[in-house]
């Protein structure tokens, strides 16, 4: 390996973010610090004015204040310059594309160039050494790697789904309860299994209206606002 090289080992889950400081569409971003206190969605795309991301764009940006009323800030990335970057946001104005025209694109995107963060964070991979897949890192409030997210360049990601997931993260967090296959808003949630002999038989004899078992280390609890 040419010691000249920069080796990372890319952030995995339960990771503290690694921090940058980066331009932006935006202006300068030092991170994850000036994002303390809010969830995060940084997420790259392999190059501006290309098709797919170009819808994903104009999703993320409609989708922007649901996700602010989440406590959730998004950031894009991709390897593209500054100027490249505005006159692609400039570009999506002007575009239509189902429900959505207008679409002002208000959150910041990383102007990576040299492949700094792209490499720091392993979003340079095997289909090409010039762009970035399309990954997605939800960080949660201090700074802390939640969930990961990899989709090959052909592939549009599913805004719908990431919104699930950060409300099932912000959920699990802070009730300390986990969430079901297919689960939505709404559904009832798992109970964290017990951890002794004595607890799975008192977990079995205390069911009730608002907790019910499959078997001992499969207990839900119901949601009562449905």
Same mark, same amino acid.
């Given at each position: ?14 990771? =503290? ?9 935006? $202006?300068? /971003? ?20 290309? @098709?797919?991301?170009?819808? +994903? ?52 995107? /990383? ?29 949660? @409030?201090? $700074? /802390? ?21 950060? /409300? ?5 967090? =802070?009730?300390?309860?986990?969430? @079901?296959?297919?689960?939505?808003? $709404? ?21 009730? +209206? ?17």
């Amino acid at each position: 390996m040419n010691n000249e090289e920069a080796v990372h080992r890319m952030p995995l889950i339960g990771d =503290k973010a690694p921090s940058f400081k980066a331009r932006t569409t935006q $202006g300068d /971003i030092n991170f994850p610090e000036d994002y303390k206190g809010k969830w995060v969605i940084l997420f790259s795309h392999p190059a501006d004015f290309t @098709p797919v991301c170009t819808t +994903e764009f104009m999703t993320f940006a409609h989708m922007a204040e649901e996700f602010k009323k989440l406590n959730t800030e998004l950031v894009g990335l991709s390897v593209d310059g500054l100027t490249s970057h505005i006159a692609w946001l400039r570009k999506i104005h002007e575009l239509e594309w189902k429900d959505m025209k207008n679409i002002e694109v208000q959150f910041p995107l /990383i102007e990576d160039i040299k492949m700094n963060v792209s490499r720091l964070y392993g979003m340079i991979q095997g289909e090409s050494d010039t762009q970035a897949v399309r990954a997605v890192f939800i960080i949660n @409030p201090e $700074g /802390i790697v939640k969930t990961i997210m990899y989709y090959p360049a052909s592939t549009g990601r599913n805004m719908e789904e990431i919104k699930r997931v950060i /409300i099932a993260l912000q959920k699990s967090e =802070k009730e300390s309860i986990a969430t @079901p296959a297919n689960w939505q808003p $709404g559904e009832d949630v798992i109970i964290p299994a017990p951890g002794s002999c004595g607890s799975a038989k008192e977990r079995m004899e205390s069911q009730d +209206e608002d907790n019910y078992c499959l078997d001992w280390f499969l207990c839900f609890k119901k949601e009562k606002n449905k």
